[in-house]
């Protein structure tokens, strides 16, 4: 059993589209983080929300956090090809221990 | 500042065959994870340290999975006898005392078990 959720697993859209992805899950966490994975790289932290409900924004990148600290979400407005890869959630409990990743969103944007 | 470092990137090697791959953690950063990911299984923690302690090694497969951490500043996981479904990417990951819910990680090693 996947304890983070994403959705979709795979995305493919036109240069210039929106898009939303989410991460979801029954847990309750003490923040949650997204990270940009590109081929042949590893994973890169994008943003950690930390408070139910917060927004935080990273350019054309729009992060949300669940008012009850279970899901997020990922918006792109106007998406460009240096957006795509392989985009993780990650969540964090309270105390020393590992995050605990999603599977992924695999986003391709096309010019 | 160099991120996390990791030996080789690239290693091709037949079945039966022992592999050591090395991670180098950021200075200063006193956590450590070794995670596999495939494309089913997407990213899996495999063992962490803390403190160059093994904290937790529940993920790893089998027996044939080792891994130690003799300093702060380096750690190998090691797969002996190395099989064909242990092809896989290999990240190593370290964090900081301070900051509990971030991970750095290294750009991984690609495995291939032929």
């Known amino acids: 059993t996947q304890l983070l959720e994403q959705s979709p697993q795979f995305l493919s859209i036109q240069e210039g589209e929106n898009l939303t992805v989410y991460c979801n899950s029954s847990?309750?966490?003490?923040?949650l983080q997204w990270y940009r994975q590109e081929p042949g790289e590893g994973p890169v932290l994008l943003v950690t929300?930390?408070?139910?409900?917060e927004v935080k924004k990273l350019k054309r990148l729009t992060f949300q956090f669940g008012d009850a600290r279970k899901d997020s979400s990922l918006h792109i407005t106007a998406a460009q090809p240096g957006d795509t890869g392989l985009y993780l959630c990650?969540?964090?409990?309270?105390?020393?221990?590992?995050?605990?990743f999603g599977k992924g969103t695999r986003l391709s944007v096309i010019a | 500042d160099a991120g996390v470092i990791q030996s080789p990137r690239h290693e091709v090697t037949e079945m039966g065959q022992e592999v050591t791959l090395r991670c180098k953690p950021i200075?200063?950063?006193?956590?450590l994870f070794w995670y596999r990911q495939t494309m089913m299984r997407g990213l899996e923690l495999l063992i962490y340290?803390?403190?160059?302690?093994?904290?937790?090694d529940s993920g790893m497969p089998e027996d044939r999975f080792s891994a130690k951490m003799p300093n702060a500043s380096f750690s190998t996981l090691k797969i002996q006898p190395s099989e064909p479904r242990d092809s896989a990417v290999y990240f190593c990951?370290?964090?900081?005392?301070?900051?509990?819910?971030?991970?750095?990680f290294g750009p991984g090693t690609r495995l291939t078990v032929l």
């Open positions: 990951a370290s964090r900081p005392p301070s900051i509990t819910d971030t991970q750095y």
């Open positions: 847990s309750v966490f003490s923040s």
């Open positions: 929300v930390v408070t139910g409900g």
């Open positions: 990650a969540g964090a409990f309270s105390g020393n221990t590992p995050l605990v």
């Open positions: 200075s200063g950063h006193n956590s």
């Open positions: 340290f803390n403190n160059n302690v093994p904290i937790d």
